[in-house]
């Protein structure tokens, strides 16, 4: 089955609104032109300017997203976002169970459950975080630990409703400014991992309608040879497109990758 490539970065505690506008300026002029074969694009800003960048976005081929949310609809949650605000805000997806929230936040595998039922229960794409530490891969077990991590996020998600999940696989060792990248072997390898826990709950097919992407010290470099693995959907990259025409290249990358060259 050949699923939809994505394409997307998270800002985390980066842009301010300027800074969102002149970047959105440079990247909608590039999705205008760039014809068929578009991958899906998105980006997750911060809650500050999210409803603005989804306003902005509004008549681009974006997806834009939120880089958390609490499971509950509404309550005494001093500082969290309900799944309706993220929705309300005109965002698509909402990234959830991101290793930094994971490790910094104390979130849990059960948490990051929850956050995904009640984001596909209001109509907002999940991108479930997860990866695998570099003592985990030490040991041997990062196989092990991923799959747990999948199988938990999409505990109780209707069978109907898995190709609405998206997973981005982000082995902990690879993110940040001094992150290692993963090969396209063991990335290929591990998002194998991640279709086969999904079709141990939900069925294969099921599980092949679910997107898998990479991220990790992706850059414009190793790209094209990730994108080119087995059970890569995609890519979910940080700072290397933090700025608009990072973003871009990697669109053309892809674009490239799937037989057809951006303009």
Not at 19 to 30: N, S, T
Not at 172 to 177: D, E, F, P, R, T
Not at 191 to 215: F, K, M, N, P, T
Not at 225 to 248: I, K, N, S, Y
Request: hydrophobic residues 50%.
């Amino acid at each position: 089955m050949r699923r939809r490539t994505w394409i997307g970065t998270g800002w985390k505690m980066n842009f301010l609104l300027a800074d969102a506008e002149g970047y959105l300026a440079e990247l909608g002029a590039f999705l205008r032109g760039a014809g068929d074969g578009l991958p899906a694009v998105f980006v997750v800003p911060p809650f500050t300017i999210l409803r603005s960048v989804c306003q902005r976005a509004r008549t681009l081929p974006l997806l834009v997203g939120a880089q958390n949310m609490h499971w509950e609809a509404r309550g005494a949650y001093t500082g969290e976002i309900s799944p309706a605000m993220v929705k309300d805000c005109g965002a698509a997806l909402v990234e959830l169970g991101h290793s930094e929230r994971r490790a910094m936040y104390g979130e849990t595998d059960a948490a990051v459950n929850r956050k995904v039922l009640a984001a596909l229960g209001c109509g907002l794409v999940p991108l479930v975080c997860v990866g695998d530490t570099a003592e985990e891969q030490r040991l041997g077990v990062a196989a092990e630990s991923v799959a747990r991590q999948v199988k938990i996020a999409l505990h109780g998600v209707p069978r109907d409703r898995v190709g609405d999940v998206v997973v981005a696989y982000e082995p902990v060792w690879a993110i940040g400014q001094d992150g290692t990248p993963a090969s396209p072997e063991w990335a290929s390898a591990l998002h194998a991992v991640v279709r086969e826990a999904i079709a141990a709950l939900h069925g294969a097919e099921a599980a092949d309608r679910c997107a898998v992407l990479y991220g990790g010290s992706v850059t414009p470099a190793n790209a094209g040879a990730l994108l080119a693995a087995p059970d890569v959907d995609g890519l979910f990259v940080g700072r290397a497109a933090w700025a608009p025409q990072g973003l871009v290249a990697l669109v053309r990358i892809a674009m490239e990758a799937r037989g057809r060259r951006a303009p």
